[in-house]
C-alpha cells in the first residue's frame, strides 16, 4: 500500500484499523446513552445560541425578511424543546411563548405584561418597523432571562419515565388544539412548519423510555413511523389556510395517540401521579371518557356519583327552593332546548328582563368558572348563587330543606348518595345539583363520531367547516378544540375570558353596557370581559352573546368576519379579539355553519 509509510508492518495496520472501528462504535454507544435530560440541556444551548445570533441580526441589520427569517428559525428550535418546557416550566413558559395579552392575577389585583415570542411576533408581523427595535432588542433579552430559568430548573429535577410519557402526550394535545390551530403563531401564521418541529421532537424520547421488548418496539415503530409521516405532510403542507387539519389529526395525531397508550402499557410506565383533566387511560382526546369531571370539584367529598346525579335531576325540577315556590332550575334551563330558554333573555321574579342571556348547561362542568362574568369557580358555588339570587329565585336552601326532609322519596334519594350523613345537608344539595349538570357530556355528536372512529362521516362542506374553524376564521383560538369553549388545553387548568365588543343592539355603534368580570374585579382589562363559552349544541341554543343580541348564526359570523366591536366601529381600548377582518367568503361562512351543527348531541338532533 503505497501511502503507508515503509515501517509500517500490515498487521500494524489491521491493528490500528480495528482499534479505529473499536472507538468509533464505542463513541455511538456513548451518544446512544445520552439522556432525555442531557438532551434537553443541548437543545437550550442551541437555542440560546439561535437566540444570541437573533439578536445580533436585529441590532446590525434592519432587513425584514432577514429579521423575520431569524425569528421563525428561533422560534422553531424552542418547538423542539416546547414538550418538556411547558410541562415541566410551566411559569417561564407563559412568559416565553404565551398570549401576547397581560397575565391577570384577578384576586390580587394585578397583572404581569407579556413577554416572548408571541410579543416579538407583533413587533416583527406582518411588517416590521425600525421604530421596534429598541422595544424588539429589549423582548430578546427578557427571553434569553426567561430561558435561562427553564435551564436552571430542567438542570436540576429528575426526569423520569412516567412525566416523560404524560409530557408527550400533552404535546400531542398541544399540536392539536393550539399548534395547528395558530394559537401560537397568530400573525406569522409559520404554525404548520413548528408543528411539525414539535411532532419530531418526540421521535427521540421513545427509545430511551423503551425496555426492548417486541411488543414495546412493535409499538415504538409504529409511533415513528406516524411522526415521520406526519412529519412529511407538514412539509408538504405547510401553508396555514389550506392546512387539512381534519386529516392530519386522524391520519396522525390519533394513531400517535393512541399508540403511545399501547407503548406505555409495553413498557410498564405508570401514569404520572397528577390530577389530570384527561383520563391518563384514555386513547384519545376525543373519546367520551377522555374528560375528567372530578378534576373540577371543589374537594373530594364533592366526588361524582350516579346516586348524586339521581337525586340532582330531581332537585332540578324543585321549586321549593324558589321565594314564591313557582320556580325550578328547569325554568331557564329546559332540558329540551339543550338547556337553554331560546330568549333573548329570561324573566325576572318580578316580571322585568334579566340582563344576560341563559348559557346552555351541556358541558358547563369543563370549565374553571361559572356565568357569564366568572364570578363563581364551581358549579356547587353557582347553584347556591342561582337559588339566593333576587332576580331569579330569591330562596333559601334551608327553608327548602325543611320540605323535603318530609318527602320519603327525597329521603331515601338523599340516603342512597349521602349513606354516611343521617340528615339533609346544605351543600349535599349543591353537589347534587353540580353532579347533574356533570352528567350532561355527552360526547356522542356527529363530530364526535368522526374523530372518535375510522368513519368518514363528514361532508366536504362540514369538514371544510372544521378546517377553516381551526385555521383562517380562528375560532379555535378561543373555543378551544375538543371542548369548543374557553378551557385552554391541554391542562385545563384556566378558563379564558374575551373582549369581543359586543354590541347593544345588532350593528349597533354602541358596546354593550354589561361591564361583566369587571363588576367584580375593577382591571382595566376585565371591562365588557366575559367568559368563552362552549360552542357545543350551538345550533339549537340561539340567540347568542350574553345579551342575547344576536339570533342567527349567519349574524354571529358576520360580526367576527368584521373584526369583533372594533370592526363596527366601537371604540374598544381593550379589545382581545384581533380587530382585522377574515375576509371569508360566503361559502366558507356557509361551511363554517354547517361544522358547528356537527357539534350537536344525538338526543337533539332532529
Given at each position: 500500500?503505497?501511502?503507508?509509510?515503509s515501517?509500517?508492518?500490515k498487521?500494524t495496520?489491521?491493528?490500528?484499523?480495528?482499534t479505529?472501528?473499536?472507538?468509533?462504535f464505542?463513541?455511538?454507544?456513548?451518544?446512544?446513552?445520552?439522556?432525555?435530560?442531557?438532551?434537553?440541556i443541548?437543545?437550550?444551548?442551541?437555542?440560546?445560541?439561535k437566540?444570541?445570533?437573533?439578536?445580533?441580526i436585529?441590532?446590525?441589520?434592519?432587513n425584514?425578511k432577514?429579521?423575520?427569517?431569524?425569528?421563525k428559525?428561533?422560534?422553531?428550535s424552542y418547538?423542539?424543546?416546547?414538550?418538556?418546557?411547558e410541562?415541566f416550566?410551566?411559569?417561564?413558559?407563559?412568559?416565553?411563548n404565551?398570549?401576547?395579552l397581560d397575565?391577570?392575577?384577578?384576586a390580587?389585583?394585578?397583572?404581569f405584561?407579556p413577554?416572548?415570542?408571541?410579543?416579538?411576533?407583533?413587533?416583527?408581523?406582518p411588517?416590521?418597523?425600525?421604530?421596534?427595535?429598541?422595544?424588539?432588542?429589549?423582548?430578546?433579552?427578557?427571553l434569553?432571562g426567561?430561558?435561562?430559568?427553564?435551564k436552571?430548573h430542567?438542570?436540576?429535577?429528575?426526569?423520569?419515565?412516567?412525566?416523560?410519557?404524560?409530557?408527550?402526550?400533552?404535546?400531542i394535545?398541544?399540536?392539536?388544539?393550539?399548534g395547528?390551530?395558530?394559537?401560537?403563531?397568530p400573525?406569522?401564521?409559520?404554525?404548520?412548519?413548528?408543528?411539525k418541529?414539535?411532532?419530531?421532537?418526540l421521535?427521540?424520547?421513545?427509545?430511551?423510555?423503551?425496555?426492548?421488548?417486541?411488543?414495546?418496539n412493535?409499538?415504538e415503530?409504529?409511533i415513528?413511523d406516524?411522526i415521520?409521516?406526519?412529519?412529511?405532510?407538514?412539509q408538504?403542507?405547510?401553508d396555514?389556510n389550506t392546512?387539512?387539519?381534519?386529516?392530519?389529526?386522524k391520519?396522525?395525531?390519533?394513531?400517535?395517540?393512541?399508540?403511545?397508550?399501547?407503548f406505555?402499557?409495553?413498557?410498564?410506565i405508570?401514569?404520572?401521579?397528577?390530577?389530570s383533566?384527561i383520563?391518563?387511560?384514555t386513547?384519545t382526546?376525543?373519546e367520551?371518557?377522555?374528560?375528567?369531571?372530578?378534576?373540577?370539584?371543589?374537594?373530594?367529598?364533592?366526588?361524582?356519583?350516579?346516586?348524586k346525579?339521581?337525586l340532582?335531576?330531581?332537585?332540578f325540577?324543585?321549586t321549593?327552593?324558589?321565594?314564591?315556590?313557582t320556580?325550578?332550575?328547569?325554568?331557564c334551563h329546559?332540558?329540551d332546548?339543550?338547556?337553554t330558554?331560546?330568549?333573548k333573555?329570561?324573566?325576572?321574579?318580578?316580571?322585568d328582563?334579566?340582563?344576560?342571556?341563559?348559557?346552555?348547561?351541556?358541558?358547563?362542568?369543563?370549565?374553571?368558572?361559572?356565568?357569564w362574568?366568572?364570578?363563581q369557580?364551581?358549579l356547587?358555588?353557582?347553584?347556591?348563587?342561582?337559588?339566593?339570587?333576587?332576580?331569579?329565585?330569591h330562596?333559601?336552601?334551608?327553608?327548602?330543606?325543611?320540605?323535603l326532609?318530609?318527602?320519603?322519596?327525597?329521603q331515601?334519594?338523599?340516603?342512597?348518595?349521602?349513606?354516611q350523613s343521617?340528615?339533609?345537608?346544605?351543600?349535599?344539595?349543591?353537589n347534587?345539583?353540580?353532579?347533574?349538570?356533570?352528567s350532561l357530556?355527552a360526547?356522542?355528536?356527529?363530530?364526535?363520531?368522526y374523530?372518535?372512529?375510522?368513519?368518514?362521516?363528514?361532508?366536504?362542506?362540514?369538514?371544510?367547516?372544521?378546517?377553516?374553524?381551526?385555521g383562517?376564521?380562528?375560532?379555535?383560538?378561543?373555543?378551544?378544540?375538543?371542548l369548543?369553549?374557553?378551557?385552554?388545553?391541554?391542562?385545563?387548568?384556566k378558563?379564558?375570558?374575551?373582549?369581543?365588543?359586543?354590541?347593544d343592539?345588532?350593528?349597533?355603534?354602541?358596546?354593550?353596557p354589561d361591564?361583566?368580570?369587571?363588576?367584580?374585579?375593577?382591571?382595566?382589562?376585565?371591562?365588557?370581559?366575559?367568559?368563552?363559552?362552549s360552542?357545543?349544541?350551538?345550533?339549537?341554543?340561539?340567540?347568542?352573546?350574553?345579551?342575547g343580541?344576536f339570533?342567527?348564526?349567519?349574524?354571529?359570523?358576520?360580526?367576527?368576519?368584521?373584526?369583533?366591536?372594533?370592526?363596527?366601529?366601537i371604540?374598544?381600548?381593550?379589545?382581545t379579539?384581533?380587530?382585522?377582518?377574515?375576509?371569508l367568503?360566503?361559502k366558507?361562512?356557509?361551511?363554517?355553519?354547517?361544522?358547528m351543527?356537527?357539534?350537536?348531541?344525538?338526543?337533539?338532533?332532529?
Amino acid at each position: 500500500m503505497k501511502f503507508f509509510k515503509s515501517n509500517y508492518s500490515k498487521k500494524t495496520f489491521l491493528i490500528l484499523n480495528f482499534t479505529f472501528i473499536i472507538l468509533l462504535f464505542g463513541c455511538e454507544n456513548k451518544y446512544s446513552q445520552i439522556t432525555i435530560q442531557q438532551e434537553l440541556i443541548s437543545d437550550i444551548e442551541v437555542l440560546n445560541q439561535k437566540i444570541n445570533d437573533f439578536q445580533t441580526i436585529v441590532e446590525e441589520s434592519n432587513n425584514e425578511k432577514k429579521i423575520q427569517d431569524a425569528f421563525k428559525s428561533t422560534r422553531l428550535s424552542y418547538k423542539k424543546i416546547e414538550w418538556a418546557v411547558e410541562y415541566f416550566t410551566p411559569d417561564p413558559a407563559r412568559f416565553i411563548n404565551g398570549p401576547a395579552l397581560d397575565e391577570l392575577e384577578v384576586a390580587e389585583n394585578t397583572f404581569f405584561s407579556p413577554n416572548g415570542f408571541q410579543v416579538i411576533e407583533e413587533l416583527l408581523f406582518p411588517n416590521y418597523s425600525i421604530e421596534n427595535k429598541t422595544n424588539l432588542i429589549r423582548e430578546i433579552k427578557i427571553l434569553k432571562g426567561n430561558l435561562n430559568q427553564v435551564k436552571q430548573h430542567l438542570s436540576a429535577i429528575t426526569i423520569s419515565n412516567n412525566y416523560v410519557l404524560d409530557a408527550s402526550k400533552m404535546e400531542i394535545n398541544r399540536i392539536l388544539a393550539l399548534g395547528i390551530t395558530g394559537f401560537d403563531s397568530p400573525i406569522a401564521l409559520h404554525a404548520v412548519p413548528e408543528a411539525k418541529i414539535s411532532l419530531g421532537s418526540l421521535k427521540f424520547l421513545l427509545p430511551k423510555m423503551s425496555n426492548n421488548t417486541n411488543e414495546s418496539n412493535v409499538s415504538e415503530k409504529k409511533i415513528l413511523d406516524l411522526i415521520n409521516r406526519g412529519e412529511q405532510y407538514c412539509q408538504s403542507h405547510p401553508d396555514f389556510n389550506t392546512f387539512d387539519r381534519a386529516y392530519f389529526i386522524k391520519k396522525y395525531l390519533n394513531p400517535i395517540s393512541k399508540n403511545l397508550l399501547v407503548f406505555q402499557k409495553a413498557n410498564t410506565i405508570k401514569n404520572a401521579n397528577t390530577n389530570s383533566v384527561i383520563n391518563p387511560n384514555t386513547a384519545t382526546i376525543f373519546e367520551k371518557k377522555a374528560f375528567n369531571v372530578n378534576a373540577f370539584i371543589p374537594s373530594d367529598e364533592y366526588l361524582y356519583t350516579k346516586e348524586k346525579v339521581a337525586l340532582g335531576k330531581k332537585l332540578f325540577y324543585e321549586t321549593s327552593f324558589s321565594k314564591n315556590k313557582t320556580r325550578s332550575c328547569s325554568s331557564c334551563h329546559n332540558p329540551d332546548k339543550a338547556f337553554t330558554d331560546n330568549l333573548k333573555t329570561n324573566q325576572s321574579l318580578d316580571g322585568d328582563q334579566l340582563n344576560r342571556n341563559t348559557p346552555t348547561l351541556t358541558y358547563a362542568s369543563l370549565q374553571n368558572a361559572q356565568f357569564w362574568d366568572m364570578r363563581q369557580l364551581d358549579l356547587e358555588k353557582q347553584s347556591l348563587d342561582v337559588i339566593q339570587n333576587k332576580d331569579e329565585m330569591h330562596g333559601n336552601i334551608s327553608n327548602a330543606i325543611q320540605i323535603l326532609d318530609r318527602d320519603k322519596a327525597y329521603q331515601k334519594l338523599f340516603q342512597l348518595a349521602f349513606p354516611q350523613s343521617k340528615k339533609i345537608e346544605e351543600w349535599q344539595i349543591q353537589n347534587s345539583l353540580a353532579s347533574y349538570i356533570r352528567s350532561l357530556n355527552a360526547f356522542d355528536s356527529k363530530f364526535d363520531i368522526y374523530m372518535q372512529s375510522d368513519l368518514e362521516n363528514f361532508s366536504i362542506e362540514e369538514k371544510l367547516g372544521f378546517n377553516l374553524f381551526a385555521g383562517k376564521a380562528k375560532c379555535a383560538t378561543c373555543h378551544f378544540i375538543p371542548l369548543f369553549n374557553g378551557t385552554v388545553p391541554p391542562n385545563f387548568q384556566k378558563t379564558e375570558q374575551e373582549v369581543i365588543g359586543t354590541p347593544d343592539k345588532k350593528k349597533g355603534n354602541k358596546i354593550s353596557p354589561d361591564l361583566g368580570r369587571y363588576k367584580q374585579y375593577q382591571m382595566p382589562q376585565l371591562r365588557n370581559a366575559f367568559k368563552t363559552p362552549s360552542l357545543r349544541n350551538v345550533a339549537i341554543t340561539a340567540p347568542y352573546m350574553h345579551n342575547g343580541v344576536f339570533s342567527t348564526l349567519e349574524e354571529v359570523i358576520d360580526f367576527y368576519d368584521t373584526g369583533g366591536g372594533i370592526g363596527l366601529g366601537i371604540a374598544i381600548e381593550n379589545q382581545t379579539l384581533p380587530a382585522e377582518k377574515l375576509n371569508l367568503t360566503q361559502k366558507e361562512k356557509k361551511a363554517l355553519i354547517a361544522f358547528m351543527k356537527t357539534l350537536t348531541d344525538t338526543e337533539y338532533q332532529k
